[in-house]
């Protein structure tokens, strides 16, 4: 029998498992902080967003102290701040990022007020985003791989480790809220949905974002999920949930959902009047404060009046030495914001497997040919089969991927090979399906999702944007390598949403390179550099060439890998230049029959081959683009930008392209014969700028 049944008069003691000085001092530092920003820092311009979290502090505070373990993750947003505290982030880099000083979490380059933090000692808190409900799936991915590397890769570290993430009320209408919910319940994943409920999404009042304006009621009937709720402004109370909600997640291995109630004492952020808020209104917010409540429940049961003067005054003197030492700190190199988008060679703290000790072994870019001539789909499969036999962080994920083999049927035969933990398929969501490998990626595997065609990328670009930036954002801290397999493009017919190339929009996302192979060997060799390498990839798969006679070359060999940025000239000749990629590659070869024409087959457009084009244009003095994509901001464009800018002496005739018009993709073969270049327009448009 528990002492408190005893001992009534126990009953509302404080709990002891509780370190209560520190959550009292957390807290009090937290509102020091608030302050100093309110009073001082805001005023004065030195900080420019500033978001208070009044009333959020001592339950994120009570959260933060109970994630103790070393493979523990959680993700938070801009209202997160007192969780770091309690995680031992350094104040002067709480403040000083908020600042946007050099150093911190990112060197000045993100908002300010949304974290990173790569901890040596404890959980880590993963980058976070601006975007509300972008929190969600990338926890999800670290809760699957904190299972993956336990069961899989066997690795003791992450026994009871688990996954965290934070999101205000207005957050759970988000598409990754139940993106993230969908897999965490119906995988069982150890993952804490931590909700700070203050009844507002900036102005919007909670019940525009659930019906009742309660999520937790809301999920009552959600199988697979254990569901708590209760005031975050209570000491006793919060302490207790908080303590069940981690443990149960500890030792179920199973999702929870934590919902506490919490006032939110200031404005969404410090320009937010709160007009919409009636006086009456705020001042009962105002009697919900948790720093009173936690006083009285605190002193003297626990802390003796002056014992708490003292921490309130070391709180505000360390405050205001965090501040001394953020202002001490200046501004970075302007210049320096250069650095970082792609792997460098300086390894990042946290994330890819890289940081985990993998070594690529050595690789050769001249091919072995071996064997009979297979398609671009074989190439890949055997691809893919080798990585995945020879390094166990690689896993295969995406819609129908598993038994099926997917739909265009390159994952053939893989589940049943490596196991449905290696290969499998997923809930319908792409922002699911990369926000996961987000999160994957972060843990230290290497994930390779599919997107089962371009169009259906749209619903994760949030996640595919926020994916490539987090190695600039944080400075280095984090990066998460992953390859993003996307087949696209035409195949026996088009449509709007199954034949789009629009590759462009990639090659537009800082932090991804690009691979467009437009044959079996060149797939084998972009594949194998992605798969290894330390920087997510955009891996397009043309679908007209997955099973094109053309595209079929000989199997190059195991070790064979392409570098990025090095493109092929695939026919020779003196009087034009041809750049192409993909499925246009054969419909320039076959045009330059019978014309003297080097045609160059980019290969890759993140980086590309700069100095192959000029050279040979500086030769030809003509230059002629073709691509499937949309004309107007395609990436033809960006080419005949540079040549115009970095060529334009050597040039006899003006710099042309041939592209789709900028219409959809048409379904009927004769409709869309007429808007994708055709061998007979390509000559047409040869001749006449030999003729020019
Ligand atoms: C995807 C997205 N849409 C809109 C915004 C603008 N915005 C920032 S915070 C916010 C309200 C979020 O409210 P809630 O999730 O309840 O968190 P709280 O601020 O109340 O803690 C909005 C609409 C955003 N950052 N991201």
């Known amino acids: 029998m528990a002492l408190a049944e005893l001992m009534p008069e126990l009953r509302n003691a404080p709990s002891e498992a509780v370190d209560w000085p520190r959550v009292a001092y957390l807290v009090l530092l937290s509102r020091a902080l608030d302050k100093m920003e309110e009073t001082r820092l805001v005023p004065e311009k030195k900080v420019l967003y500033q978001f208070s979290a009044r009333g959020h502090d001592m339950a994120q505070i009570l959260l933060g102290t109970r994630l103790d373990h070393p493979a523990d993750a959680t993700c938070g947003y801009y209202r997160s701040r007192p969780l770091l505290l309690a995680l031992g982030v350094d104040v002067a880099d709480a403040l000083g990022s908020a600042m946007g000083r050099a150093g911190g979490y990112s060197d000045g380059r993100d908002i300010g007020v949304v974290f990173n933090y790569p901890n040596p000692n404890g959980a880590s808190a993963l980058p976070m985003c601006g975007g509300v409900g ?27 480790a688990i996954a965290v993430v934070l999101g205000g009320d207005g957050s759970v209408a988000s598409n990754g809220f139940w993106a993230a919910l969908t897999i965490a319940t119906t995988q069982q994943l150890p993952m804490l949905f931590y909700i700070e409920d203050n009844g507002f999404g900036i102005s919007v009042p909670s ?66 009047t709160q007009a919409y808020k009636p006086d009456a209104f705020v001042a009962s917010e105002w009697r919900r404060d948790p720093l009173p409540k936690l006083r009285s429940y605190l002193v003297p049961a626990v802390l003796t009046q002056s014992q708490w003067t003292d921490i309130e005054a070391r709180a505000e003197r360390d405050a205001d030495a965090a501040r001394e030492r953020a202002e001490a700190r200046g501004t970075a190199d302007p210049e320096s914001v250069m650095s970082h988008v792609f792997f460098e060679g300086v390894l990042q703290e946290k994330g890819g497997q890289w940081t985990h000790g993998y070594v690529a072994p050595a690789t050769t870019d001249v091919p072995r040919p071996e064997g009979q001539r297979i398609n671009m789909v074989t190439a890949i499969r055997r691809t893919l089969e080798h990585e995945l036999e020879i390094n166990p962080r690689v896993v295969l994920f995406g819609e129908d991927i598993g038994p099926k083999g997917g739909v265009h049927a390159v994952t053939l035969g893989l589940q049943e090979k490596f196991g449905f933990q290696r290969v499998f398929d997923t809930s319908l969501s792409e922002e699911g399906i990369v926000g996961r490998a987000v999160g994957m990626a972060l843990a230290g595997l290497l994930p390779v999702p599919e997107i089962q065609f371009r169009k259906y990328a749209e619903p994760a670009t949030e996640q595919i944007n926020d994916c490539g930036t987090i190695r600039w954002r944080t400075n280095n801290r984090f990066a998460a390598p992953m390859v993003l397999r996307v087949p696209g493009g035409f195949f026996k017919c088009g449509d709007p949403w199954h034949s789009q190339t629009n590759e462009v929009a990639f090659v537009h996302s800082p932090g991804w390179k690009v691979a467009v192979p437009s044959n079996a060997e060149d ?53 034009i230049t041809i750049v192409t990629w993909g499925a246009m590659v054969p419909r320039c070869e076959a045009a330059a029959q019978g014309r003297s024409a080097d045609v160059i087959d980019l290969r890759t457009l993140m980086p590309w081959d700069k100095e192959a084009v000029l050279a040979s244009i500086r030769r030809t003095r003509r230059c002629l683009i073709v691509h499937e994509d949309l004309k107007t901001a395609g990436f033809g464009a960006e080419i005949a930008a540079v040549v115009a800018d970095e060529a334009f002496m050597d040039l006899d005739a003006p710099v042309a392209r041939l592209t789709m018009p900028d219409i959809p993709s048409p379904h009927n073969p004769v409709l869309l014969d007429w808007a994708v270049p055709s061998v007979e327009r390509i000559r047409a448009k040869i001749d006449e700028l030999v003729a020019f």
């Open 134 to 160: 972008a929190q969600y799936t990338p926890t999800a991915g670290w809760a699957q791989a904190i299972e993956y590397h336990r069961t899989v890769l066997k690795d003791p570290a992450y026994d009871k």
């Open 523 to 575: 797939a084998v060799g972009l594949l194998r550099t992605a798969l290894r390498g330390n920087d997510p990839v955009l891996f397009f798969e043309h679908r007209a060439m997955l099973d094109s006679a053309w595209a079929r070359r000989a199997y190059p060999g195991d070790h064979y890998a392409l570098p990025f940025g090095r493109a092929k000239t695939t026919s020779s000749g003196d009087d």
């Open 207 to 272: 019940a525009f974002q659930t019906p009742g304006g309660n999520i937790a009621d809301n999920l009552e009937s959600w199988r697979g999920l254990t569901i708590l709720s209760g005031d975050g402004t209570d000491p006793a109370e919060a302490a207790r949930l908080v303590d069940r909600a981690v443990a149960h997640v500890r030792g179920e291995r199973a999702p929870v959902l934590l919902r506490l109630t919490v006032p939110r004492l200031q404005g969404h952020s410090f320009q937010d």
